[in-house]
């Protein structure tokens, strides 16, 4: 079944490699999941939320301007450690100056008022 093959591809963290997500996230957090990472486990209907954003993710990068930079890895090394992140949209101005776009999805019933 396709969605359980896309929703079953998780990102194990490593050691000296770090995401732009992942550094946002409380040390603590991140230790613990590279102390227990095979004992974490998810449904997959729990990541029915990962698999509609990243649809929608990869819809609009087919809609990106000739000078736009969508969903494309960026990576960074320094002091022995690799950072990468995906920006979802980025409309240069120029060479120095740009638009930085992070699209984000949600349920309707999250909407409230």
Same mark, same amino acid.
């Given at each position: 079944?396709?969605?359980?093959?896309?929703?079953?591809?998780?990102?194990?963290?490593?050691?000296?490699?770090?995401?732009?997500?992942?550094?946002?996230?409380? =040390?603590?957090? #991140?230790?613990?999941?590279?102390?227990?990472?095979?004992? &974490?486990?998810? $449904?997959? !209907?729990?990541?029915?939320? /990962?698999?509609?954003?990243?649809?929608?993710?990869?819809?609009?990068?087919?809609?990106?301007?000739?000078?736009?930079? =969508?969903?494309? #890895?960026?990576?960074?090394?320094?002091?022995?450690?690799? &950072?990468?992140? $995906?920006? !979802?949209?980025?409309?240069? /101005?120029?060479?120095?100056?740009?638009?930085?776009?992070?699209?984000?999805?949600?349920?309707?019933?999250?909407?409230?008022?």
């Amino acid at each position: 079944m396709p969605y359980l093959r896309a929703v079953s591809q998780v990102r194990v963290p490593e050691r000296g490699k770090i995401s732009i997500t992942e550094l946002l996230k409380p =040390a603590q957090q #991140r230790s613990l999941e590279l102390q227990y990472e095979d004992e &974490i486990e998810e $449904t997959a !209907d729990s990541r029915i939320d /990962l698999f509609f954003g990243l649809a929608v993710h990869e819809y609009l990068a087919n809609f990106a301007g000739p000078d736009a930079l =969508a969903e494309e #890895r960026l990576t960074y090394s320094i002091d022995g450690w690799l &950072i990468h992140g $995906t920006p !979802d949209h980025v409309d240069w /101005l120029h060479a120095s100056e740009g638009v930085l776009t992070d699209w984000k999805t949600t349920r309707v019933r999250a909407l409230r008022y």
